[in-house]
């Protein structure tokens, strides 16, 4: 890893302010060793947002995801489920939300969802990983969850009541239209959208996301 203030100019403008000129933090290359390609950190020089250069399509992306990052290899008990998104199903209830549609994108194998009282959550999906997604449609049912995009999934408007991004929004290509999308999706009295990016990641862009954050639609 290398630090670098090389500004660069970009072809596709920043997501958030439409500017072409960043500054070039560090490079480093991947983590699971899936290529040689050195990547680059950069800096949107008009609201500083941060980015991963060379930008690639969702398929291109998929290959630095082995299949055991989207779920256990092995189905886990219920009770080790309940367990490890008991922190995730307590924030529902702090927040006053006790029930209703909700949805959760990039569910991965549906562990979350899985976690949430049937009687009381009405739960749906959205992964782009195909054998995670058929786990979550196995435990969910078929319909219940869409492979592919939150875009691609084309919802209809004021859909959920809840729509959360545990630890995936930093993964996609356009945040800001993923937000979008998930506003429409979202009903005008039930406007909760939760937001958990990964540590070392939110810690860099937006201090307090490196929690949880609950936007209402209308933030959005």
Known sequence: MSSSTQRER????????GATDARELYTA???????????????CCGCGVLRTLPEMTACELAAFYPEAYWGEEQE?????????????????????????????????????LRALDAGTWDR?????????????????????????????ARLDDE???????????????????????ARNALANFG???????????AELQHPFLSRVAWIHRHDI
């Open 159 to 181: 859909t959920f009541d809840v729509i959360t991004y545990w630890s995936s929004l930093e993964h996609t290509n356009d945040p800001r239209a993923n937000l979008l999308e």
């Open 29 to 43: 290359r991947d983590a699971h060793s899936n290529t040689e390609a050195t990547f680059s950190i950069v800096e």
């Open 124 to 152: 749906f999906g959205v992964e782009i990983g195909t054998a995670a997604a058929k786990l979550a449609s196995q435990a969910l049912g078929a319909d219940r969850v869409f492979r592919g995009t939150l875009a691609q």
């Open 76 to 112: 886990p008990s219920e009770s080790w489920i309940r367990r490890s998104q008991s922190e995730r199903v307590r924030l529902l209830s702090k927040w006053g939300l006790g029930g209703g549609r909700i949805l959760d994108v990039g569910c991965g194998s549906g562990f979350f």
């Open 10 to 17: 970009i072809a596709r403008g920043c997501e958030i302010c």
């Open 191 to 201: 406007d909760f959208l939760g937001i958990k990016l990964q540590h070392d990641i």
